[in-house]
């Protein structure tokens, strides 16, 4: 009997999966790509889907490189539509689109993107340059001769006297996250210009001497999820944090913003380059799959629109910082032309 | 002899000594039985603290903040041609204001606006399309209210707060306490949760994607592995030989099972995304790979349940004549059926909470709306959590939460059902 109805089971299932696989011929728009324009192409995703009444887009979250590396695998329903990047696309990987023969792509840059570093309301407030956040989380920091030695700070005290005498207890992204990619490249890499100690070596090793966060507890990685951050720094006040810009926004009953160099992160700080520490957003989208894909071109109009990244816009609730109205038009026109990119220099 | 038996009553069981040790092994056994039960209590008490946690989280989101007000479905934003892209927003907009008739335009009524959720456009577009005749009169709705407030409602950081360390301002307090004091606000059951997909708005988030993938993906589990699994268990524990090549397969079998499963995740994403070129983030797939997970589990469960079937069985039948064949499928198998299902339904609920395989084939993708075959792109319910715990809006801690117990619910349903079957079915020889 058991046996019987089993089978009668298994062959309902497989004549179901049968007829839906005669369906497969892809109706819904694929997005991959960077943890940090994941939001963005969600809202823009949802947005489409409520107003077109289509099937609602599969947005997911890579990484920049393993979006990067999904896209590129060639042209078809079988590989994504569009990838979002917190980069710019290499050239290697540009070189591996080619390859495969996605050769016609479209390059839009939405807006930026702030990393914010902060504390629970709890503690004392902290201001900090961008050395001094370098000189308390480097590995190796000159010394008063020049010379590199392992980092001797403890307090923020003992980097500069004015600064707070409380412990360096820093919390943020580990290796793998784009966000960490960013903070280097703004905070540690730009710092470490500043000091002859760095420019004496060569290249490599000048590169991990200014990319190596220290690794003796003060510094944490606290993995990928942000939102575990934000829940340590609530319970230990003198502790910071580093994050994207949208999870300050979304807790700013619980966390204060550390002013770096002087300046508050906002929409306007990180719009107008004044706030030292943010970087371009972008993405990516395949000519040849306008055509192929029902509803693409819809989705990339309802992504520019006035709607979406405009002052007041759906993608500015949830923390993208737009570009100005010169160049979102430009850009946008660009996107709906479908303007080809040229290989890019790096 | 003579000297064998004065040592033996040399021996005196009642002395001192004899004592002392008796009361050492007793102790021991004291000892012991304390191990055990304190075992038990730190388990039991880590659990209490993960459930504890979990419901005091959790428990906020199983109810939402609505607004009931009256809406005035206005013909003049009514699109009788093509009436899903009718300018519902408006007509919400033009009956909410209503409410607040004191308030000036402006950023003011762009405040107060922030009250209702978006999503009280898409329930008005619901309600018109399914009943047009209500265009041109009025009707009560009740909404969800947008997540900022829905956390004010539930007491997530306090009115008394400094303006800039909260969510909502002065002003929105006050529209917000008089629609309280005008009975305008209500915290039923949320429904959403269960009924409607992922949404970036936690207050319109819900369960509904998550569950039906994972319907899918362990559909798929089972139609793949529960016949390959009986059968390689039949063959291995009836037919094959005793031999070196056997003794090999089994080995590797139980090796299988003690993989970590995010190696699993990689092989199908090198060989049934890459070489098979199947479609990404659909159930198929993750079934597929969940399946090779959980046949170890199959074949060994299965292998023990045949080999509880006692031999006079067999001899009974093959006595009377019948063939191997008959044998096995009229008699072993049947009898062996509870073991059977138990060792599947505890494998398939081991499926239900696997994420890092998923993770890797793409099952993580963020959807509107839930999938409609094995083919459709498709999220599960812990690739659900993963979303869910990632996401900055605060409304989407306390769902982590809920999730992460209706996970557990579903956990808990299976593991019953495994129990249930086996008393049920269960023979004792």
């Known amino acids: 009997m058991i046996n019987k109805t089993l089978i009668g089971l298994a062959t309902i299932a497989v004549v179901s999966a049968a007829a839906s696989g005669a369906a497969h011929a892809r109706d819904r ?21 409520n107003k077109s009444g289509k099937p609602a887009p599969v947005v997911e979250s890579t990484g920049t490189g393993g979006g990067m590396k999904i896209f590129c695998q060639g042209l078809g329903p079988d590989h994504p539509d569009v990838t979002g990047a917190s980069r710019a696309m290499k050239k290697s990987e540009w070189e591996a689109c080619q390859k495969s023969g996605v050769t016609d792509i479209t390059e839009a840059m939405i807006g930026y993107d702030g990393l914010s570093v902060a504390h629970s309301r709890k503690g004392k ?31 923020w005290k003992s980097i500069d006297a004015s600064l707070p005498d409380t412990k360096i ?52 990685e606290a993995g990928e999820n942000d939102n575990l951050i934000v829940q340590r720094l609530d319970s230990d006040p003198t502790a910071i944090g580093i994050f994207g810009y949208s999870f300050l926004y979304e807790n700013q009953d619980k966390l204060l ?3 770096i160099n002087g300046v508050d992160p906002s929409f306007t700080t990180i719009q107008d380059g004044s706030y030292p520490i943010s970087r371009p957003l972008y993405f990516y989208v395949k000519n040849a799959h306008r055509k192929a894909i029902p509803g693409l071109e819809a989705f990339l109009k309802e992504y520019v629109s006035d709607a979406a990244m405009g002052a007041n816009g759906y993608l500015h609730e949830r923390g993208l910082v737009a570009l100005t109205d010169a160049k979102r038009k430009e850009m946008a026109a660009g996107v709906t032309g479908g303007k080809k990119m040229d290989a890019p220099t790096k | 002899m003579t000297e064998g038996s004065s040592n033996f009553a040399r021996h005196d069981w009642d002395g001192a000594d004899a004592r002392r040790r008796l009361k050492r092994r007793y102790a021991a056994n004291t000892r012991l039985k304390l191990y055990g039960l304190s075992a ?50 408006t007509m919400i907009r033009d009956s909410f204001l209503k409410l607040f008739p004191e308030v000036p335009p402006g950023p003011q009524q762009r405040q107060l606006f922030d009250i209702p959720s978006t999503g009280a456009q898409l329930k ?65 059951f949320n429904w959403t949760l269960f009924n409607s997909a992922d949404s970036r708005f936690p207050e319109l988030a819900g369960l509904k994607g998550a569950i039906v993938g994972t319907f899918y993906l362990l559909l798929v589990t089972f139609v793949l592995s529960f016949p390959i699994g009986i059968a390689a268990a039949i063959y291995l524990e009836e037919f094959a030989p005793k031999n070196k090549w056997t003794d090999i ?68 039948a093959l006595g009377v004549g019948a063939s191997k064949h008959q044998v096995i499928i009229h008699h072993v198998l049947p009898l062996a059926m509870p073991g059977i299902l138990t060792g599947t339904i505890i494998g398939m609920a081991h499926a239900i909470g696997e994420t890092a395989p998923l993770l890797l084939i793409g099952m993580n993708a963020f959807m509107t709306s839930a999938s409609v ?49 086996r008393r049920r079915l269960e023979r004792k020889w």
């Open chain 1, 29 to 49: 728009i694929q997005v991959v790509g960077s943890s940090t324009v994941f939001p963005y192409s969600q809202a823009v995703a949802e947005e489409f889907g």
């Open chain 2, 40 to 89: 038990i209590v730190l388990a039991l008490g880590l659990l209490a603290v993960l459930l504890g946690s979990l419901v005091m989280t959790g428990y906020k989101s199983f109810v939402q903040t609505h607004v009931t007000f009256d809406v005035y479905v206005n013909p003049e934003n009514y699109d009788q041609a093509n009436p899903f892209d009718s300018d519902y927003r």
């Open chain 2, 124 to 188: 008005l577009r619901e309600i018109v399309a399914a009943d047009p005749s209500v265009v041109g009169s009025t009707i009560r709705i009740s909404v969800p209210v947008s997540d900022e407030f829905d956390q004010f409602q539930k007491g997530e950081g306090s009115r008394d707060a400094a303006e800039d360390a909260r969510r909502v301002n002065d002003r929105q307090i006050v529209w917000f306490d008089k629609l309280a004091a005008d009975g305008k606000i209500s915290t039923p």
């Open chain 1, 169 to 220: 207890q820093v919390f943020g992204p580990p290796p793998t996250s784009g966000t960490r990619d960013a903070f280097v490249e703004l905070v540690m890499e730009k710092s470490c210009e500043e000091y002859p100690a760095y420019s004496k070596l060569d290249k490599d090793k000048k590169k991990e001497a200014c990319s190596r966060m220290r690794q003796d507890g003060l510094f944490i």
């Open chain 2, 373 to 421: 075959g094995i083919l459709d792109p498709a999220t599960t319910l812990p690739t659900q959590i993963y979303i869910w715990a990632d996401s900055p809006e605060r409304g989407f801690v306390a769902r982590t939460s809920a999730a992460i117990l209706v996970l557990l619910g579903f956990l808990m349903l299976m593991n019953g059902l495994a129990i249930y079957l």
């Open chain 1, 125 to 155: 407030t902290l201001n900090l340059t961008t050395q001094q956040l370098f000189l308390g989380l480097a590995a190796q920091v000159p010394d008063k001769s020049g010379k590199l030695v392992a980092n001797p700070y403890k307090t």
């Open chain 2, 249 to 316: 397969i089994e080995i590797n079998i139980n090796n299988l099972a003690a993989v970590p499963s995010i190696v699993f995740g990689l092989l199908a994403l090198a060989v049934f995304l890459q070489t098979f070129g199947l479609p990404r983030s659909a159930p198929l797939v993750g079934g597929m790979t969940i399946a090779l997970m959980t046949l170890p589990t199959i074949i060994i469960a299965t292998r023990a349940a045949l080999k509880a079937v006692p031999p006079s069985i067999r001899e009974a």
């Open chain 1, 257 to 259: 913003a550390v002013k």
